[in-house]
């Protein structure tokens, strides 16, 4: 699939524009581009705590995993982005648990804030554990 409007936030629109076009709807905040990235993946690569978050209030899927790596946009979001973001995204569904082609999973990460993150991702992992009958 081809790079939507949403992918291309920082290369053709300013925030303010950007975060209208996530608000309109009208275009799939889960689309996959040809690397099998969304845009959600994107912007937790450039850091940007805002759009991730109207992009998940908008229903953007934090577990699809690009093809290149296998990284779900959760592994970037706890690489790059807030506390709060990664809040977000625990609260929309995220799994800690899914692995990428190497093995790395969001839990296996701490982000820039490891004291908060760390208990955070295992609580979630726990969850779903649980939720799939599986013991941690």
Known sequence: MARTPLHMYDMEYEIDEYLGLI???EHDVNAQDADGKTPLHYAAEQGQSQ???ALLDAG???NLQEK???NSAFVQVVSYCDVPTIKKAIAHGADPTIANHHGVRPMDLAGRHPEEVIPL???A???FLAKDGDTA
């Open 68 to 70: 290149i790596h296998g």
């Open 23 to 25: 608000a309109s709807g």
């Open 51 to 53: 759009i991730a978050l």
């Open 121 to 123: 991702l295992d609580e």
């Open 60 to 62: 953007a899927d934090p």
């Open 125 to 127: 992992a726990r969850a």
